[in-house]
């Protein structure tokens, strides 16, 4: 990753160190463009921070700090020791993701507290204000006073002006975030997961999320006895402790976007700022990329992950697969059930999945050849059933086996409701499993995805090989969820809540809607709207989930051979959370634009303009559009092809039918 620019400075717009220093009491930092303020203060000893933007408050006074097992809480009384102030300003390149530049430009305040009374403790708090939000993060100093301790609850608050709604999955209630989302005011929220992602009064968006997620436990929040102050419930391992440390020693970034409109919510950069730079030094083995794979033929139960007639990561069909890559721009094949573990109740017997034994009908070796041939990459498959001891085990000696078939790309899982039968996914004990994993395979040389993960934070900034994650309610319930299947404004809500998490590993790409295993079941959108979503939601991987045969013939399966996975830039032309979204990217590799937008359940007429598209240029675009009687629930299939001459100043009249949408690519005519 190239820095452009780097400045640092230390000139501040606002810094205020009250009463002479004697005992400061208050003091503000403000963002680079002043619009933002954090104060920071110290009220009957304890420690409050509060921000505002535009003079407005969007955090009321709200409190810090922590209790600790067997030890006094560490909140109170604080005195401000020291303040220092610094500035930032630079311009890196994402290797991959929505934009290519991004610019982390903020002003910074270190508190350094110290009890009055007691032990004399040390914590320290540093602030960041950006443009476009703010980040803080707890710093324990190494100190004879504290050395291991155990965080028995954080007590950050995060404390809002007024009950507005917000968009949110319950914390412990179903794992791994795979949960519809659903609006409330505040103050009736449940435990819920971060990101929350808050809709103002004034039409405004704020979401309250972390960044840097290390050895630690993922941040969940609830409303203090049904008010608007919002506490912080970190996730506990077994025993109840939240995070077992050790001084020195920091907490994750806790981040909160504010925005006025949904294009700058999505466009916020705030967490991946504040992630560290990378750490792998020669990146060139790190690409996005489209795949297919043996995988939806088992959620509909064409195919089975064990052994048995009806197996299917055989090395026939993984060959068809391979050879239906090749032929349509496809770069990977993703093969799960290849390899033993999968034969009994494998969620309860993790322990049981070997990663270096293939089955007998899937010749490794064979296949790896083939696949290198065709120029095609094989993704391989690491469900662990949660048997996280089982797999750090073999964790090396799985990617070495899989960098031997020249494997460069691996998902993992962790279906079950516990890691190890005891631990929670998002616990300190997940997160350090996580870590574990990624790191291992940057050594490596692997790009990985991982199902059922920890929260995202924003680690593939540090770690580019995290290509892209689930923890979201993807596709594959629209195959076999007993509720029918996630309904259309699903997809209009994620981007906006997990998806400012990092990339979603969706999968879409249905082209056959009939679900003879449970008719009840299905994807409920239009065909349109399954291309649509390729560029509404992002990831730099893509699957094309569906089975082969239903691409065969079908003229709009143009769209996703075409559409990218990378790109220059993103913009949201317009939208509203839970019922439509438009989205514009633009191609990180050429001078074309693709523009997704998609429905709720409701038949939608927009108006588009184009004028994100280059002045005095003429591009051809191609729609892929519902027809006038497309219907998700009664006529899916239609999809109206047509291509017209845009330029700038053209403003489209798109029609999107009952969980309908339309995708474009708009190609530049040079
Ligand atoms: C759940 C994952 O989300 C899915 O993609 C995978 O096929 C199954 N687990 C089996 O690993």
Request: aromatic content about 12%; overall charge negative.
């Amino acid at each position: 990753m190239k820095k452009i620019v780097v400045i640092l400075n230390v000139i501040f717009i606002v810094c205020l160190w009250e009463a002479c220093n004697e005992n400061p009491k208050k003091t503000i930092i403000a963002s680079p463009n002043s619009k933002i303020l954090i104060t920071f203060s110290i009220e009957n000893g304890k420690a409050k921070y509060q921000v505002s933007k535009e003079g407005k408050n969007v955090i009321c006074p709200s409190s810090l700090g922590f209790s600790l097992n067997g030890l006094p809480d560490l909140e109170r009384p604080f005195k401000m020791k020291n303040a220092t102030y610094s500035s930032f300003d630079e311009i890196w390149e994402q290797p991959w993701g929505e934009e290519v530049q991004v610019r982390n430009h903020y002003n910074e305040m270190k508190i350094e507290l110290q009890e009055t009374n007691g032990e004399k403790r040390l914590l320290n708090v540093i602030f960041r204000a950006f443009d476009d939000g703010i980040g803080f993060r707890y710093e324990f100093p190494g100190q004879e006073n504290l050395k291991d301790f155990e965080i028995a609850a954080e007590l950050t608050e995060f404390a809002l002006p007024e009950d507005y709604s917000a968009w949110s999955i319950p914390a412990y209630k179903g794992e791994y975030y795979e949960i519809l989302y659903k609006q409330s005011p505040l103050s009736r929220l449940d435990t819920v997961c971060s990101p929350l992602t808050i809709e103002t009064s004034d039409g405004k968006y704020m979401t309250i999320h972390e960044a840097n997620l290390t050895d630690y436990a993922a941040m969940n929040l609830y409303p203090l006895n049904g008010s608007t102050v919002l506490k912080t419930d970190l996730t506990p391992w077994s025993t109840g402790v939240k995070v077992y440390a050790q001084t020195p020693f920091v907490s994750p970034w806790r981040t909160i976007i504010l925005a006025d409109d949904l294009n700058a919510l999505v466009n916020s950069r705030i967490m991946l700022n504040l992630n560290e730079t990378c750490k792998i030094e020669d990146i060139s083995w790190i690409r996005p990329a489209k795949y297919i794979g043996i995988w939806w033929g088992m959620h509909m139960e064409k195919y089975t992950w064990s052994q048995g007639l009806k197996h299917g990561a055989t090395t026939k069909n993984v060959k068809a697969y391979i050879d239906f890559a090749a032929a349509h721009h496809i770069d990977g094949v993703l093969a799960e059930g290849w390899n033993y573990g999968w034969d009994n109740d494998w969620v309860a017997n993790g322990h049981e999945f070997s990663f270096t034994r293939a089955y007998p009908d899937f010749d490794m070796e064979a296949l790896s050849k083939y696949a290198s041939i065709k120029g095609i990459s094989i993704i391989g498959h690491h469900e662990t059933g949660g048997a996280t001891i089982n797999y750090e085990n073999q964790l090396e000696d799985a990617f070495r086996y899989a960098k031997k078939y020249g494997i460069n790309s691996i998902k993992t899982g962790y279906v079950n409701q516990f890691l190890d039968k005891k631990e929670r996914h998002s616990s300190q004990y997940g997160v350090r499993h996580s870590r574990k994993v990624i790191e291992t395979a940057a050594k490596y040389r692997i790009m990985i995805d991982a199902h059922e993960p920890v929260m995202p934070t924003g680690l593939q900034r540090t770690y580019p090989n995290l290509m892209t994650q689930e923890g979201v309610r993807g596709q594959e319930y629209d195959a076999w969820s007993k509720d029918g299947g996630s309904p259309p404004e699903h997809t209009t809500i994620v981007p906006f809540t997990r998806g400012l998490a990092g990339p979603m590993d969706f999968t879409f790409g249905t082209f056959c809607f009939e679900n003879p295993v449970y008719p009840q079941t299905r994807v409920q959108t239009t065909l349109a709207k399954q291309l649509a979503l390729y560029v509404v939601i992002y990831s730099p991987w893509q699957m094309a989930s569906d089975l082969p045969e239903n691409y065969v013939n079908q003229p709009a399966f143009e769209f996703i051979e075409v559409v990218p996975v990378d790109w220059e830039k993103t913009i949201i032309k317009d939208g509203k959370i839970g019922d439509f979204v438009v989205t514009a990217r633009k191609d990180k590799h050429s001078d074309d634009w693709f523009l997704g937008a998609i429905t709720d359940e409701n038949a939608r007429n927009l108006k588009v303009d184009l004028s994100f598209l280059e002045e005095g240029k003429t591009y051809m675009a191609k729609l892929f559009c519902d027809a006038a009687d497309s219907d998700w629930k009664t006529n899916p299939y239609p999809v109206v092809i047509e291509e017209k001459e845009v330029n700038t100043e053209t403003v489209l009249d798109l029609f999107l039918a009952p969980g309908g949408g339309t995708a474009i690519w708009i190609k530049n005519k040079k």
